[in-house]
Structure formats: structure tokens, C-alpha cells
């Protein structure tokens, strides 16, 4: 490839780079704000995971009854705390 | 190509420059609300599409690079330094990184590669895509231009072009050599984006944790390539290194172990936070520093900072990665000072003996191992700078240091998945360690009694002595892990009614990400019971006339004599031996040598006989000048293989968790609706 042909080619790139970058388009992705409703919801999930692994590894034998008891308790109220907020946010 | 090649280079650097600059001052005027000019969704847009022309741009200017290296145009230095005529066409393409401004190219295409997939997939969560594309797009920015103005790879030869190019180096002329160095850069590379998807979080205070379930995978994916690049390289000196051994404390071998060591202690203790709310400080600052790890490797090796056997010559790029480094660092340090308050602790460790207290010991006995290592590397360096002479530590030094840590490390790795989250009662651990434990001294009792002793002549040998621990925590470790498998199966068996292996099956399906975890656990612990073995490699060295025998462990060796073979690309010479094993089993190894032609450097060519047991593993180290007779070192490697069954069953582990857990709850739940939704109904 002489020189000329590597410049030509290279403009090309340019030209059309360029267009893609800067096409007009008029509908871009967008995303409303992430809401406090929205973390406890999530926070929701992770917590009912805790929950099922917890379960899970009792009946598999690892915890103890008092031991499963005690963090299921904690894990309960924990839940249940923040199920109260998603309801005072959702009645809202 | 050259002329296109450097154009490609300039229009990425333009592109990269806009997708920096347009996306941070639309995010800006999106997170003040300021009034714009011009619709900053509208500039953010042409900033993620300005990052994708990019990566098109950087690979315009790959393809040059290839294409120069095959169509043999020694009017391009690089490519004169780095190939010849007679090159074949496997490494004629790894020719691309064989050389300093090469790689750098690699690891901006790869740059832009991991871009161009996170630009695509930019809908999942705009604003944090938005935020990551950003600050790829600055670290790119960096690479192309040092690409452009200190090592570029287009740069035309001074003076009359040579028919022929220098050749490959031949220590690079393997086969392994292909794919080893992109594995390794697409882990070096590929810490760039959860590292971008953290400071992005972190400057847009992204709220909860659902950003490291959006990098997990990157995450995971990253360190697979490093994991694989690793155990590549390993093998790679192994194979063709001709010395006996896989690893010996190389600076480039540091540098790639260092960004390791931080990335498994993120892989882990960002769990906490996904799980726990816990360590979002310890987290933002582990994913900083295994960022930073990769630009200091490339400091130390590319920069010609310290000399190693695959390290670049000296150059003043070196200079450029420490500026762009302290950059970085100032960069993270403002944002986390700005937004500490958004990094608080949901809750504490509340028990020295629970998994929590265990994750926070494998981070700190990982980040321990790293900067010792690190500081190993860097005592030569520091001591030629301060004192002006150069002190350098030995392997011993290392090994001293890192394999107590690593087996510290081992243990935790056992003693992590059976301890309940928050807190361990006395009969939690009764319950969970008896098999364990008992597995640990049984393999004691058994290693003692098949001599595998701490002492050696009456004396304390400390490498056996490490080995036995080793094989006896491993045993333990195993245990453990089966047994975490072989509980979870049996509650699926009993309430499925499926068979054990069935129910395992759906065991690792409902939680990948843990089970492919405990895989990962196994394949270390295979890894480490591999390396173990170095403690019992034996060597014997001789000079061998035609039917001359070498005796090693149960192998006998015959001397049949000399063979030769030359193609356009090397001339060889091979000693042929016939291998005995006890006085059976005859089977032909060939160890030679072969000198490049276009370099006129010799390269050692291995003979590797591997079994499960051992590796029987020959060099042929030339002729006595006197007698023209072959010297014949052999070398008896027990266990080696396992290294790399290890890394196999590492890199299982991590495809296994790499699959998306809602498939795996689905699939459970249809089966198993009581243990799927986890409470009692």
C-alpha cells in the first residue's frame, strides 16, 4: 500500500467514523433516577436469598437448630423492617 | 500500511479524547441540572458512539500492524526487529506482541474491544454505563498516546530497508506463546472495567450494591483470563525455559501474580458487600489497586524498570505509566474523599469465627502475600535508587515468605465455606469440622508412613516439611468441599427423590456462583498439592557415549544417538534416548536444540514424558567440546501435572459460576418448590 492509498483509506476511516459518531438520531437511551423504593426492592431480594441459603444449609445439616433459629430470627426482622418501608414508600 | 497504520492511531486517540471529554461534561450537566447548550443525553450518545468508532479505529490500525508482519515490510522497524521472511504464520500474527509498542497495541485494542461490548450493552443501566465508558475512554486516551508519541508501532526504519527481517525471539517461538499472552492481557486489560464500573459508582453514588451484580461477570471473566494467562506463562517456562521448574520469582512472573492476588480478595470480599452491605471502603480500594497493579507490572516489566527474561529493553515509557499512575491514584483518592459518606458499613464483623471473619482474613493474608511479593520486586529498584546499588531477593527469599502465606491461604479456603454467616457456635463447628480434621491427620499419618518426613539424615527439612502440611490441609480442604457438595445433593435427593449424582447435578445448578466457587476452591488446592511435589524433584546430570545409560527413579535412559533436521526457519539437533521404566515399557524421547537462522540464537527444546505421578523431563545441554559427546540432564518432577489439572478445574469453577443463577433458581424451583423459596411453608 503506497502512500497516498494508506491517506485515502485513512480519510475514509475518518469520514466514517466520524458519521456514525455524530449521526442526528433522536432517541437516545434513557433512565429515570434510581429511587429509594427501588434499593429497598432490591435489598428486598438479597435478603430473601440470605433467607433461602440459610434454610438450605440448615436442612443440609450445618447449622444447629438453636444456631438456624437465632439467624433466621435476625434475618426476619431485618425483612420485616424493611417491608414496612416499602409499604410507607408505595402508599406514597 | 505504515502511513495508514498511524492514521488509524491518531483517529482513535481523537475519538477516545471525545468520548473522555463529551461524556464527562454531559454527566456533569446531567448531575447538576445545569442548562445546556445542547441536550446532554444527545453528547452522552455521541460519546458512547464516539468510544465505539474508536475500538473500529484501534483495530484499523491491529490490522495494519498484522498485515505489515505478513506481508514482510521491513520499512516498519517493528516489524524488522520482530520477524523474518521464514517466520511461520502462527507466529508471524504473535509477532503483534512479541515487541513493547506491539503489546501496548494489544492492550489498547483489547481496551476498546471490553468498551465496544460495555458501549453495546450500555441500556442495562445508562447513567453507571455512561459513567464506566467515560472513564475507560480517559484510561484509553493514555494508552494511544503513548501509542502515538512514545512507542509507536509504526515508526519507519532509518536508512536502507534489509532483505530480511531479525527474526522472532525463539524462547517466543512456542505454541503456547500464542495464546498466552493474550490470556494474560485480557486479564491485565480486563480489571479496567469493574475498576471503571467502581470509581464510576462511586462518583455518581450509586445507590445500593446492584453495580457489582452488573461487573460481576466482567469481574469473574477477567480474572478467568488472568488465572489461565498465569498457569500459560507457568507452563511456558516450564516447557521451554530448559531449567527444571514452572516458576521462579521472575519480575514479569510477579507482575502478573501481584493484580492476582487483589483481584481474588475482591472476587471475595465484594460478596460481603452484594450479601452483607459490609467493606465498601476495603472494596472501592481493592478494585483501585488491582487496577493500579496492572499499570505498575507494565511499569516494572515494559518499562524496563527491572530486567527479566520476558521484560522489554529499557525505555522511557516507564515514565509515562508512573505519571499516568500517580494520576490515577490522585483521581481515586479525590473521589473516594468526596464521597466517603456514601461508602458507610451497613454492619460489623460481629464474630472473630464466622464466615464474615473469614473472608476478612483471606483479603488480608491475600493483600499480605501481594505487597510482600511487590515488595520484592520493588527492593531492587528502590535499593539502586536510594543507596545506588542494586539488591535483588533470591527465590529462597520469596518462598520463605509466600508459601507459609500460601498455605495459610489453603486453609482458609477449607475453613470459609463451613462457617455460618454472623457468628459459629461451639457445636456449629463440632459438627462441620470432625470430617475435615480427621481427613487432615489420616493424610499425616499416611505421608509419615510413606516417607514423607519433615526431617531428612536426622536434620529438618524444611521443604518436605511444607509439603507434608501442604498434602495434609489439601486432604482436609477436599474433605471439606465434598462435603459441602454431598449435603446439599443429599437434601436435594431426599426431597426430589433423585438419584445422588442427579441431585448433585441441581445442586450446582440452583447456586452456580457458589458451587462453581467451591470448584475453583478444589482446583487451587489440586494446584497446591502440584506444587508441593517440587519438594521431591530429583536431577541427574551426564555424559552419555552411544548406549551409555542415565538411571532416574524408575526410569532407565539409552544414548542411541544423534539426529538432526533443518527447515527455512531453524536448524535442530536431537539426542534420541530409549526410556526404560523399570526395565519395561521402552519408549523413544528426543531433547534437542535448534539454532534460529535469522537471529543465529540457540533455543533448548525440552523432552517432557508426564504422568499423574511425575514428569520425566530431559534437556539436552550440547557436546563436550573434548569428546563431542551429548551432556543429558534429567530431571524427575513429581506432580506437576496437577498444576495444570488444577488450573483446568480452576478455570471449570469459574465458567460454572459464570452462569446466570436465575436460570438455575428456575430450574430448582419446578423441581424443589420448598428448598427454592427457602421458608418453611
Same mark, same amino acid.
Request: one cysteine or more; a neutral charge; glycine letters at 8%.
Given at each position: 500500500?503506497?502512500?497516498?492509498?494508506?491517506?485515502?483509506?485513512g480519510?475514509?476511516?475518518?469520514?466514517?467514523?466520524?458519521?456514525?459518531? &455524530?449521526?442526528?438520531?433522536?432517541? &437516545?437511551?434513557?433512565q429515570?433516577?434510581?429511587?429509594?423504593?427501588?434499593?429497598?426492592?432490591?435489598?428486598?431480594?438479597?435478603?430473601?436469598?440470605?433467607?433461602?441459603?440459610?434454610?438450605?444449609? &440448615?436442612?443440609?445439616?450445618?447449622?444447629?437448630?438453636?444456631? &438456624?433459629?437465632?439467624?433466621?430470627?435476625?434475618?426476619?426482622?431485618?425483612t420485616?423492617?424493611?417491608?414496612?418501608?416499602?409499604?410507607?414508600?408505595?402508599?406514597? | 500500511?505504515?502511513?495508514?497504520?498511524?492514521?488509524?492511531?491518531l483517529?482513535? @486517540?481523537?475519538?477516545a479524547?471525545?468520548? +473522555?471529554?463529551?461524556?464527562?461534561?454531559? +454527566?456533569?450537566?446531567?448531575?447538576?441540572?445545569?442548562?445546556?447548550?445542547?441536550?446532554? $443525553?444527545r453528547?452522552?450518545d455521541?460519546?458512547?458512539?464516539?468510544?465505539?468508532?474508536?475500538?473500529?479505529?484501534?483495530?484499523?490500525a491491529?490490522?495494519? @500492524? !498484522?498485515?505489515?508482519?505478513?506481508?514482510?515490510?521491513?520499512? *516498519?522497524?517493528? *516489524?524488522?526487529e520482530?520477524?523474518?521472511?521464514?517466520?511461520?504464520?502462527?507466529?508471524?500474527?504473535?509477532?503483534l506482541?512479541?515487541?513493547?509498542?506491539?503489546?501496548?497495541? @494489544?492492550?489498547?485494542?483489547?481496551?476498546g474491544a471490553?468498551?465496544?461490548?460495555?458501549?453495546?450493552?450500555?441500556q442495562?443501566?445508562?447513567?453507571?454505563?455512561?459513567?464506566?465508558?467515560?472513564?475507560?475512554?480517559?484510561?484509553?486516551? #493514555?494508552?494511544?498516546?503513548?501509542?502515538?508519541?512514545?512507542?509507536?508501532?509504526?515508526?519507519?526504519?532509518?536508512?536502507?530497508?534489509? $532483505?530480511?527481517?531479525?527474526g522472532?525471539?525463539?524462547?517466543?517461538q512456542?505454541?503456547?506463546?500464542?495464546?498466552?499472552?493474550?490470556?494474560?492481557y485480557?486479564?491485565?486489560?480486563?480489571?479496567?472495567?469493574?475498576?471503571?464500573?467502581a470509581?464510576?459508582?462511586?462518583?455518581?453514588?450509586?445507590?445500593g450494591?446492584?453495580?457489582?451484580?452488573?461487573?460481576?461477570?466482567?469481574?469473574?471473566? %477477567?480474572?478467568l483470563?488472568?488465572?489461565?494467562?498465569?498457569?500459560?506463562?507457568?507452563?511456558?517456562?516450564?516447557?521451554?525455559?530448559?531449567?527444571?521448574?514452572?516458576?521462579?520469582?521472575?519480575?514479569?512472573?510477579?507482575?502478573?501474580?501481584?493484580?492476582?492476588?487483589?483481584?481474588?480478595?475482591?472476587?471475595?470480599?465484594?460478596?460481603?458487600?452484594e450479601?452483607?452491605?459490609?467493606?465498601?471502603?476495603?472494596?472501592?480500594?481493592?478494585?483501585?489497586?488491582?487496577f493500579?497493579?496492572t499499570?505498575?507490572?507494565?511499569?516494572?516489566?515494559?518499562?524496563?524498570?527491572?530486567?527479566?527474561?520476558?521484560? #522489554?529493553?529499557?525505555?522511557?515509557?516507564?515514565?509515562?505509566?508512573?505519571?499516568?499512575?500517580?494520576?490515577?491514584?490522585?483521581?481515586?483518592?479525590?473521589?473516594?474523599?468526596l464521597?466517603?459518606?456514601?461508602?458507610?458499613?451497613? /454492619?460489623?464483623?460481629?464474630?472473630?469465627?464466622?464466615?464474615?471473619?473469614?473472608?476478612?482474613?483471606?483479603?488480608?493474608? +491475600? *493483600?499480605?502475600?501481594?505487597?510482600?511479593?511487590?515488595?520484592g520486586?520493588? #527492593?531492587?529498584?528502590?535499593?539502586?535508587?536510594?543507596?545506588?546499588?542494586?539488591?535483588?531477593?533470591?527465590?529462597?527469599?520469596?518462598n520463605?515468605?509466600?508459601?507459609?502465606?500460601? @498455605?495459610?491461604?489453603?486453609?482458609?479456603?477449607?475453613?470459609?465455606?463451613?462457617?455460618?454467616?454472623?457468628?459459629?457456635?461451639?457445636?456449629?463447628?463440632?459438627?462441620?469440622? !470432625?470430617?475435615?480434621?480427621?481427613? +487432615?491427620?489420616?493424610?499425616?499419618?499416611?505421608?509419615?508412613a510413606?516417607?514423607? /518426613?519433615?526431617?531428612?539424615?536426622?536434620?529438618?527439612?524444611?521443604?518436605?516439611?511444607?509439603?507434608?502440611?501442604?498434602?495434609?490441609?489439601?486432604?482436609?480442604?477436599?474433605?471439606?468441599?465434598?462435603?459441602?457438595?454431598?449435603?446439599?445433593?443429599?437434601? *436435594?435427593?431426599?426431597q426430589?427423590?433423585?438419584?445422588?449424582?442427579?441431585?448433585?447435578?441441581l445442586?450446582? /445448578?440452583?447456586? %452456580?456462583? /457458589?458451587?462453581?466457587?467451591?470448584?475453583?476452591?478444589?482446583g487451587?488446592?489440586?494446584? !497446591?498439592?502440584?506444587?508441593?511435589g517440587?519438594?521431591?524433584?530429583?536431577?541427574?546430570?551426564?555424559?552419555?557415549?552411544?548406549?551409555?545409560?542415565?538411571?532416574?527413579?524408575?526410569y532407565?535412559?539409552?544414548?542411541?544417538?544423534?539426529?538432526?533436521?533443518?527447515?527455512?526457519?531453524?536448524?535442530?539437533?536431537?539426542?534420541?534416548?530409549?526410556?526404560?521404566?523399570?526395565?519395561?515399557?521402552?519408549?523413544?524421547?528426543?531433547?534437542?536444540?535448534?539454532?534460529?537462522?535469522?537471529?543465529r540464537?540457540?533455543?533448548?527444546?525440552?523432552?517432557?514424558?508426564?504422568?499423574?505421578?511425575?514428569?520425566?523431563?530431559?534437556?539436552?545441554?550440547?557436546?563436550?567440546?573434548?569428546?563431542?559427546?551429548p551432556?543429558?540432564?534429567?530431571?524427575?518432577?513429581?506432580?506437576?501435572?496437577?498444576i495444570?489439572?488444577?488450573?483446568?478445574?480452576?478455570?471449570?469453577?469459574?465458567?460454572?459460576?459464570?452462569?446466570?443463577?436465575?436460570?438455575?433458581?428456575?430450574?430448582?424451583?419446578?423441581?424443589?418448590?420448598?428448598?427454592?423459596?427457602g421458608?418453611?411453608?
Amino acid at each position: 500500500m503506497t502512500q497516498t492509498m494508506g491517506l485515502i483509506a485513512g480519510v475514509l476511516l475518518a469520514m466514517a467514523l466520524f458519521v456514525y459518531t &455524530f449521526w442526528p438520531e433522536n432517541v &437516545f437511551a434513557q433512565q429515570r433516577q434510581k429511587t429509594r423504593l427501588d434499593y429497598l426492592l432490591e435489598r428486598k431480594e438479597q435478603l430473601h436469598e440470605n433467607l433461602r441459603d440459610l434454610n438450605f444449609e &440448615f436442612k443440609a445439616g450445618k447449622y444447629p437448630e438453636e444456631d &438456624f433459629q437465632a439467624q433466621r430470627a435476625q434475618l426476619e426482622n431485618e425483612t420485616a423492617l424493611l417491608l414496612g418501608e416499602i409499604e410507607v414508600l408505595q402508599r406514597v | 500500511m505504515a502511513f495508514f497504520g498511524s492514521f488509524a492511531l491518531l483517529i482513535a @486517540l481523537a475519538l477516545a479524547a471525545w468520548n +473522555l471529554l463529551a461524556g464527562a461534561l454531559a +454527566l456533569r450537566w446531567i448531575a447538576t441540572g445545569q442548562p445546556a447548550p445542547i441536550s446532554p $443525553e444527545r453528547l452522552a450518545d455521541t460519546a458512547r458512539r464516539a468510544g465505539i468508532a474508536g475500538f473500529w479505529a484501534v483495530t484499523a490500525a491491529a490490522f495494519a @500492524l !498484522v498485515w505489515s508482519v505478513f506481508t514482510n515490510d521491513f520499512s *516498519i522497524a517493528y *516489524i524488522m526487529e520482530h520477524s523474518n521472511r521464514a517466520l511461520p504464520g502462527a507466529y508471524k500474527f504473535s509477532a503483534l506482541w512479541s515487541g513493547q509498542e506491539g503489546s501496548l497495541l @494489544l492492550w489498547a485494542w483489547l481496551l476498546g474491544a471490553y468498551g465496544f461490548v460495555l458501549r453495546l450493552t450500555h441500556q442495562r443501566d445508562v447513567k453507571l454505563y455512561a459513567y464506566a465508558g467515560a472513564i475507560l475512554a480517559g484510561i484509553q486516551v #493514555f494508552f494511544l498516546l503513548v501509542l502515538n508519541f512514545a512507542a509507536p508501532p509504526f515508526a519507519l526504519l532509518k536508512g536502507a530497508i534489509p $532483505e530480511d527481517g531479525n527474526g522472532l525471539n525463539p524462547l517466543l517461538q512456542y505454541p503456547e506463546m500464542v495464546i498466552h499472552p493474550p490470556m494474560l492481557y485480557l486479564g491485565y486489560v480486563g480489571f479496567s472495567v469493574p475498576f471503571a464500573f467502581a470509581l464510576g459508582a462511586l462518583m455518581m453514588r450509586y445507590p445500593g450494591e446492584k453495580w457489582i451484580r452488573i461487573t460481576r461477570v466482567w469481574t469473574m471473566v %477477567t480474572w478467568l483470563f488472568l488465572t489461565i494467562g498465569v498457569f500459560l506463562g507457568m507452563h511456558w517456562a516450564y516447557a521451554v525455559l530448559g531449567w527444571g521448574g514452572y516458576w521462579s520469582w521472575d519480575p514479569v512472573e510477579i507482575a502478573s501474580l501481584m493484580p492476582w492476588l487483589t483481584g481474588t480478595a475482591f472476587l471475595h470480599s465484594v460478596m460481603m458487600q452484594e450479601k452483607k452491605g459490609m467493606m465498601k471502603s476495603w472494596n472501592v480500594w481493592l478494585i483501585f489497586i488491582t487496577f493500579l497493579l496492572t499499570m505498575l507490572g507494565t511499569t516494572l516489566t515494559r518499562g524496563g524498570l527491572v530486567s527479566s527474561v520476558h521484560a #522489554f529493553a529499557e525505555s522511557s515509557i516507564g515514565y509515562w505509566f508512573l505519571a499516568f499512575m500517580v494520576l490515577v491514584l490522585a483521581v481515586c483518592l479525590f473521589t473516594y474523599i468526596l464521597q466517603y459518606s456514601h461508602l458507610k458499613s451497613e /454492619r460489623r464483623v460481629e464474630s472473630l469465627v464466622s464466615r464474615e471473619s473469614a473472608f476478612l482474613f483471606n483479603n488480608l493474608v +491475600l *493483600i499480605a502475600a501481594c505487597f510482600v511479593i511487590m515488595w520484592g520486586a520493588l #527492593f531492587p529498584v528502590l535499593s539502586e535508587f536510594f543507596v545506588g546499588n542494586k539488591v535483588t531477593f533470591d527465590a529462597a527469599w520469596y518462598n520463605r515468605v509466600a508459601v507459609p502465606i500460601g @498455605l495459610f491461604l489453603v486453609m482458609l479456603a477449607g475453613v470459609g465455606p463451613l462457617l455460618p454467616w454472623r457468628a459459629t457456635s461451639l457445636k456449629s463447628i463440632r459438627r462441620n469440622f !470432625v470430617l475435615p480434621v480427621i481427613a +487432615l491427620w489420616a493424610t499425616v499419618v499416611v505421608c509419615l508412613a510413606v516417607g514423607v /518426613r519433615p526431617w531428612h539424615d536426622g536434620a529438618f527439612d524444611q521443604g518436605h516439611f511444607y509439603a507434608l502440611v501442604a498434602f495434609a490441609l489439601s486432604a482436609g480442604v477436599i474433605t471439606a468441599i465434598c462435603s459441602e457438595f454431598l449435603r446439599g445433593a443429599r437434601v *436435594i435427593a431426599k426431597q426430589s427423590g433423585r438419584n445422588y449424582l442427579a441431585a448433585m447435578v441441581l445442586l450446582v /445448578r440452583r447456586n %452456580t456462583r /457458589r458451587y462453581g466457587g467451591y470448584t475453583v476452591h478444589i482446583g487451587v488446592v489440586v494446584a !497446591v498439592i502440584g506444587l508441593a511435589g517440587a519438594a521431591f524433584n530429583r536431577s541427574a546430570e551426564q555424559e552419555m557415549a552411544l548406549h551409555d545409560k542415565l538411571v532416574i527413579g524408575p526410569y532407565t535412559l539409552e544414548y542411541l544417538g544423534p539426529t538432526e533436521d533443518s527447515n527455512p526457519n531453524f536448524d535442530s539437533e536431537y539426542a534420541q534416548l530409549m526410556v526404560y521404566k523399570a526395565g519395561r515399557y521402552p519408549f523413544l524421547m528426543t531433547p534437542g536444540k535448534r539454532i534460529y537462522l535469522a537471529s543465529r540464537q540457540p533455543q533448548t527444546m525440552v523432552a517432557i514424558h508426564s504422568v499423574v505421578a511425575w514428569d520425566l523431563y530431559l534437556v539436552y545441554e550440547g557436546t563436550n567440546p573434548d569428546t563431542g559427546q551429548p551432556i543429558i540432564k534429567a530431571f524427575l518432577n513429581p506432580l506437576v501435572s496437577w498444576i495444570w489439572a488444577g488450573m483446568l478445574l480452576m478455570a471449570l469453577g469459574t465458567l460454572i459460576a459464570l452462569i446466570p443463577k436465575q436460570w438455575s433458581v428456575v430450574s430448582e424451583q419446578s423441581a424443589l418448590p420448598s428448598v427454592a423459596e427457602g421458608f418453611e411453608r
